[in-house]
């Protein structure tokens, strides 16, 4: 799962409990001039995920790391469907995170309103 946050003037995103482990990753920072939004997705988890980079997937069970998909790198780390968040980014290292969050709806709001402050 990941906790999502918003410092200063960036996104920061921190991989919690083994999914550090699953993913290679415990966190990312963003800039918020690099985020052009998030939108809560559920269906996200059926759709390929492209070519797997470094990190786990067991269908059904968990999707985690980096994966090249269409010549775009995209972050996932995802258990549970039901709580997928995902973060559209703008010239950086990933071109969308793909995240599980404990709430959804909230972690929306707080990516939006962040980006409507600036």
């Not at 997937?57 to 775009?72: C, D, K, N, R, S």
Request: net charge negative; glycine share 8%.
């Amino acid at each position: 799962m990941a906790l999502i946050r918003i410092e200063a003037d960036d996104l920061v995103v921190v991989i919690e409990g083994l999914d550090k482990l699953w993913s290679f990753k415990g966190s990312l920072t963003i800039p918020l001039a690099n985020v052009r939004g998030a939108t809560a997705d559920p269906g996200i988890a059926a759709d390929p995920k492209g070519i797997r980079v470094a990190g786990s997937h067991v269908p059904g069970v968990i999707t985690a790391g980096t994966f090249h998909q269409h010549g775009e790198k995209v972050f996932w780390d995802i258990r549970d469907p039901s709580k997928a968040v995902v973060i559209e980014l703008a010239d950086e290292r990933y071109a969308r995170l793909v995240l599980q969050v404990d709430d959804p709806r909230a972690a929306v709001a707080l990516v939006e309103n962040a980006l409507a402050r600036r």
